[in-house]
């Protein structure tokens, strides 16, 4: 670990820098999809989202 000038600020720092890190993480790789998911789901069974189409214009 650090023990150098400033290294008194810096070590309380470094345990919410890496938590927020691990939790951003977690947050965007496992709880946004599963959102995102969920969310089409419930607006299919309402019939407020069509389902896709291929209409393609030349």
Do not use: C, Y
Request: charged share 20%.
């Amino acid at each position: 670990w650090a023990s150098g000038i400033g290294s008194d600020v810096m070590k309380p720092i470094a345990a919410p820098i890496v938590g927020g890190m691990i939790t951003s993480t977690i947050h965007v790789l496992i709880l946004v999809p599963v959102f995102f998911v969920l969310m089409k789901e419930r607006a299919l069974r309402r019939g407020t989202l069509q389902p896709e189409t291929d209409n393609e214009e030349t």
